[in-house]
Structures are given as structure tokens and as C-alpha cells.
């Protein structure tokens, strides 16, 4: 009844900027906390940034200063946006989301989108 689905991934040279959107669709009452996380081939998939329905913010100590998560509560929305890009943040990057419904809480996943940072 809920799904995800992120956008905006793509190629960009070192240094670049990317931002990437989350919608979430379906039978929703209201979303809790959202958040990207992101895997690369071989590795774990990890946090990135979450934000809760107030606000409240926490990043990865890797992206600090250089990434910025917000949320349109209207839209039920997650964005992402990343500058001054490394290649070492090349991954798939994954929205996550703590949806309240009729049948009660749900923890959500998109499907992915890539981001490729190279020259």
C-alpha cells in the first residue's frame, strides 16, 4: 500500500553536485523519521543522513558539511542534496521511511538510485 521511489541519481565529476528526491505514495496517516542510506558493490549498506517529522537531523561523519538532508511533511518528501562530491561516495542510495498507515507503523525502502562519481 506504501511505496518509495528516489530520483535525481546520475554521473558527476569529483566535485560535482547531485540532489536527490524520495516521494512516498500510498495509504499514509504521517511519516516518522526518513533518511538515505547508501551501498556500494561488496559492501555493507549503510546510514547517510535521517531527519525526523520535526526536523531533528543526524549525518554520517563522512558527509558532514557537505551533504544536506530536508522534507516537504506535504509531500511526504525526503531530499538529499550533495555537494562537493568524492569518489568514494559511488553508490546505489536508498530511501527509507517510517510510514504511520491504517495498519500501523511500516518501514519502507525504495528501490535505489545510482550516484557515480568519476571523471
Known amino acids: 500500500q506504501v511505496q518509495l521511489v528516489e530520483s535525481g541519481g546520475g554521473l558527476v565529476p569529483p566535485g560535482g553536485s547531485l540532489r536527490l528526491s524520495c516521494a512516498a505514495s500510498?495509504?499514509?496517516?504521517?511519516?516518522?523519521?526518513m533518511g538515505w542510506y547508501r551501498q556500494a558493490p561488496g559492501k555493507q549498506r549503510d546510514l547517510v543522513a535521517t531527519?525526523?517529522?520535526?526536523?531533528?537531523?543526524h549525518y554520517a561523519d563522512s558527509v558532514k558539511g557537505r551533504f544536506t538532508i530536508s522534507r516537504d511533511n506535504a509531500k511526504h518528501t525526503v531530499y538529499l542534496q550533495m555537494n562537493s562530491l568524492k569518489p568514494e561516495d559511488t553508490a546505489v542510495y536508498y530511501c527509507?521511511?517510517?510510514?504511520?498507515?491504517?495498519?500501523?507503523?511500516?518501514?519502507?525502502w525504495g528501490q535505489g538510485t545510482q550516484v557515480t562519481v568519476s571523471s
Open positions: 531527519i525526523t517529522s520535526g526536523h531533528y537531523i
Open positions: 527509507n521511511a517510517d510510514v504511520v498507515g491504517p495498519y500501523g507503523l511500516l518501514h519502507e
Open positions: 500510498g495509504s499514509i496517516y504521517r511519516i516518522n523519521n
